[in-house]
């Protein structure tokens, strides 16, 4: 299938690993051979059907981060490569309250397709271990995330954000440029003005709504939201999916933490990416509206843009085929550039026509 669709299999030669790794951590880290999951998963990983969750599962590691605001390390969760390439790698990213199990369909085809992919799990959110109720606010979130950057990748990344992931993805690029090559926005959540009148909320009233988010009903509703026509057995599977990280015991003091620090506020942040960013936007979004994409399409510097058919909201899941034949495209230099427009202010910027990809 790979083959089919034009992915190289071997797009660049393997390079030795440099510098330190724990064992079984970073690039050649892989599946328990044994075929059983990660002993800080929840128990409730053995319910999921989906046999590209349970492999992928299988696969997350923490790797120690080491960040100024905890002491020690935060074993943080991921899912790396197994094996490093000379090109620069493809950080994936993951919606609000995610994991990186999000990219279950998507990040074996990119492996197949010559990619060195990493999965990272943003703080705060996944299976990181935050046994010491690290703060989990934006600057925490962004200085986790470089220093994983620092410690386990080191060089330039294609970074990759879904949704509010998009945010992440801005607000890092701004704040550590040298550490991004290019950014791929999907369905980009990057205009809401931080968690709003949650913000105000006394702890006493947070906790409960950090609750409500984990709730079954919740997430039923938001799967119905968010992909573009779903079964109910593929909806009881996905909640369970996407529910996993919330049963870990520190899941609601770090939701609390980013509810009421204030959350994401990128709109002055924008203007500051210079990188080459691919926006990726789904023709039925009922969440993130197309006319905001093509408002990013407008203030980002150096932005591209392309269209999905038929999909939701997290067209990573629902068609990867065509997600992972953008993303390896963009990343390795091929992304079709069919027009380039100049605007009014005197700066030469790539546009593409809305091809719509079935």
Known sequence: MAVALGFPLHQSAPRKLLGFRLSGGGCGGGADPGGGFPSFLPKEVYDIRDPSARTLAQRIQRLPVQVGFSEGCIMSSCVTPRVCRDANPVVLLHCFDS??????????????????????????????????RPPCNVASKRNHLYQLWKSHIGRPMTLVGPSLGAAVAIDFTANFPEAVDKLVLINANVYAKGTGALANLPKSMAYPMASLLKSIPVRWYAKLLVFNGISLSRIVDYTKVGRLHCLLPWWEDATVNFMLSGGYNVTAQIKHVRQKALLICSERDNVVSNKLAERLRNELPNASMRKVADCGHMPHIEKPYVITKLIADFAQGAAAVPETRQRSRGVDTISCRNEYIA
């Open 99 to 132: 994991s990186c199990l999000e990219w279950r369909s998507a990040y074996p085809l990119l492996e197949d397709a010559g990619l060195e992919a990493w999965a990272v799990d943003i703080l705060g959110w996944g299976f990181s271990d935050l046994e010491r």
